[in-house]
């Protein structure tokens, strides 16, 4: 085992995509400047993410084996057992974080432990049942929402109501991101309604827009780098699905930018902007999927 296993296994170029939905989380409860916690609650939150992906890889093994062997259980750097092991380690110490931080000062308590064990409960169920499964882009959306859900309970005692909103907001887009991920090993779109969800975050910040003229900005910018994404499925050469994929991942960051940018400015979308820039760079040395 070695520290390129570690980060192929774990996704870790997506990480940046993590930390916007924690910030944004935060923002919408209403925890906003944040403070110190939040450093804490990243680290929950990256190793619920990467222990989910170590997690995803365990129960793939069978079909990465056919499908995909150039992973690293099939390939042999890192064996089964390890891996089921350390995410073991890795869910449990992001529940022990977050509970730790819940029953500090200014924190959520029971509902913040309450929404961290639904979180783990979500991964686990989405990697144990996402092949041929119609409900894993939702299963996978639910699981990027409670990541919002834990970050506004564990640092507010009582949540803003917009956060359950922003957090209905990036499902919407995950469902549509998932739903292409999955047709990967089909190299080409089955159907192409499901392309519809990735335009809710661009409701959301058109109608923001209306009120907060902020949100403009960062809705054009979700904006191109949507229609980049629908490009590549559109010219459908070998490799354009992974591509797209990558890119949609990617934007999850861009969906927080115009989250944030209503509920914190647009100082603080800049930072999900720069997140996109490095998760799209850290894609090009460790795979996004």
Known sequence: MNARTILTLGRVSNLPTVWTNTIAGAALAGAWPIDGRILPLLLAMSLAYVGGMFLNDACDHDIDRLERPERPIPAGTITRVTVLVLSGVMLAASAGIVAWLAYGPDGGGHSAVAASLA??????????????????????GLCRLLVYVVAGHTLVASPAPILLIGAMVSLGYLIGLTYTAKQESRGHMA?????????????????????????????LVLAGATLAALSFLRRNQPGDIPRAVALMIAGIALVDAVLLSHAAGLSAALVAGLAFALTVFLQRYIPAT
């Open 191 to 219: 159907q192409l309604w499901p392309l519809v969800m990735l335009a809710t975050p661009l409701l959301f910040g058109a109608i923001a827009s209306l009120f907060d003229p902020r949100s403009w900005l960062p809705t």
């Open 119 to 140: 979180l783990i409960a979500a991964i686990i169920t989405y990697d144990l049942w996402h092949k041929h499964n119609p409900l894993s882009p939702l299963l996978m």
